[in-house]
């Protein structure tokens, strides 16, 4: 099973950046979606952005022009710019791999999640 490691969580103040990185670690061929998500006390999980294998993205409205989501599918990793931060981004990030392939022939595996990254944004 794939593995992610996450880094680059911390505190900042209204109007700052941060930066969040994730590594996927084990037996892979390559990997299909790969996405950022966040989490707050009493709420659900929900989607910040995703990023497909070829470089398509999709972002959730509120961050828009805010954040922006890469990856290096020979590194494995995925990373989150985030700029003009907002107390409301305040939460844990999980970094999410949809699903990958150990065997480019045959069906993809099921992805997992990171351990989280606290973000926290304010003065």
């Known amino acids: 099973q794939v593995q992610l490691v996450e880094s680059g969580g911390g505190l900042v103040q209204p109007g700052g950046s941060l930066r969040l990185s994730c590594t996927a670690f084990?037996?892979?061929?390559?990997?299909?979606?790969m996405g950022w998500y966040r989490q707050t006390p009493g709420k659900q999980r929900e989607l910040v952005c995703t990023i497909s294998s070829d470089g398509r993205t999709k972002y959730a409205d509120d961050v828009k022009g805010r954040f922006t989501i890469s990856r290096d599918n020979r590194k494995r990793t995925v990373s989150l710019q985030m700029s003009n931060l907002k107390p409301e981004d305040t939460a844990v990030y999980y970094c999410n791999v949809e699903s990958y392939y150990i065997d480019p022939f045959d069906l993809p595996k099921e992805g997992s999640w990171g351990q989280g990254t606290q973000v926290t944004v304010s003065s």
């Open positions: 084990g037996n892979i061929a390559s990997i299909n979606d």
